[in-house]
């Protein structure tokens, strides 16, 4: 009988070690689950405040501004992350929907930063020059940022596409004159101008223009004609 009752101990203690096991990896589990929770959300919060202070520097269109039509589509993109959330939720109970939905967010977030993305060009113009600056789409993988006489400066497709931050601008010497820089609009730096044709080539630039002083900058930004000074090799 003593080997009896020893056994049934044995037999006890050994499901009492089972189910502490069973229930330690549970809460292992939810610890786990818990803990991407927390940091897939602060990546996301992170990423969605940084978002909102960069749209504020976005080129807005005739009337709205670039923060309203860059929130509009915010909101749709975060719609669609809660609906992928709820559908993966269906398919996979791993996690739990705030996971989804803060880890789907995330992604949504950083591909938006990306679109958002503008390099900040640093420009060197002659010394003491004034007038319009162009910026012409071209076939160039280097950027040509050193304006020539004629205020034209080429850029590769990408930088192109992108480009919609104010520069630096300086002078040959060396000598800083964003001051004097005047941009298209409030809103929007640079101009935009397409016309045809060089060399059967239809021409794209981005423009601003360099004001005398400080006193003339809120002077209006007017168009130049620049055709015949580009350099139809870098078309």
Same mark, same amino acid.
């Given at each position: 009988?003593?080997?009896?009752?020893?056994?049934?101990?044995?037999?006890?203690?050994?499901?009492? *070690?089972?189910?502490?096991?069973?229930?330690?990896?549970?809460?292992?589990?939810?610890?786990?689950?818990?803990?991407?929770?927390?940091?897939?959300?602060?990546?996301?919060?992170?990423?969605?405040?940084?978002?909102?202070?960069?749209?504020?520097?976005?080129?807005?269109?005739?009337?709205?501004?670039?923060?309203?039509?860059?929130?509009?589509?915010?909101?749709?993109?975060?719609?669609?992350?809660?609906?992928?959330?709820?559908?993966?939720?269906?398919?996979?109970?791993?996690?739990?929907?705030?996971? *989804?939905?803060?880890?789907?967010?995330?992604?949504?977030?950083?591909?938006?930063?990306?679109?958002?993305?503008?390099?900040?060009?640093?420009?060197?113009?002659?010394?003491?020059?004034?007038?319009?600056?162009?910026?012409?789409?071209?076939?160039?993988?280097?950027?040509?940022?050193?304006?020539?006489?004629?205020?034209?400066?080429?850029?590769?497709?990408?930088?192109?596409?992108?480009?919609?931050?104010?520069?630096?601008?300086?002078?040959?010497?060396?000598?800083?004159?964003?001051?004097?820089?005047?941009?298209?609009?409030?809103?929007?730096?640079?101009?935009?101008?397409?016309?045809?044709?060089?060399?059967?080539?239809?021409?794209?630039?981005?423009?601003?223009?360099?004001?005398?002083?400080?006193?003339?900058?809120?002077?209006?930004?007017?168009?130049?004609?620049?055709?015949?000074?580009?350099?139809?090799?870098?078309?």
């Amino acid at each position: 009988m003593k080997w009896l009752a020893e056994s049934r101990c044995f037999g006890m203690a050994l499901r009492m *070690f089972c189910r502490f096991i069973a229930e330690s990896k549970m809460l292992a589990a939810i610890m786990k689950h818990r803990k991407l929770k927390i940091i897939s959300g602060l990546i996301s919060a992170l990423l969605l405040i940084s978002l909102l202070i960069k749209l504020t520097t976005v080129p807005g269109g005739m009337i709205l501004s670039g923060l309203f039509l860059s929130s509009m589509y915010l909101v749709i993109v975060l719609i669609f992350c809660l609906v992928l959330s709820f559908f993966i939720k269906q398919f996979l109970q791993t996690y739990s929907f705030l996971s *989804f939905f803060f880890i789907t967010t995330s992604i949504a977030l950083i591909a938006f930063h990306y679109q958002l993305y503008s390099p900040t060009l640093k420009i060197v113009v002659p010394d003491g020059y004034t007038g319009e600056v162009n910026l012409v789409l071209s076939n160039v993988d280097e950027n040509i940022l050193t304006i020539d006489s004629n205020g034209i400066g080429y850029l590769n497709k990408w930088t192109f596409n992108k480009l919609y931050s104010k520069p630096e601008v300086y002078t040959v010497s060396g000598k800083n004159i964003d001051s004097l820089c005047v941009g298209f609009n409030p809103s929007t730096f640079f101009g935009f101008s397409k016309f045809c044709c060089v060399d059967k080539k239809i021409i794209r630039s981005k423009s601003f223009d360099i004001s005398v002083d400080s006193f003339n900058s809120d002077k209006i930004f007017a168009s130049k004609g620049f055709s015949q000074f580009i350099d139809t090799k870098k078309l």
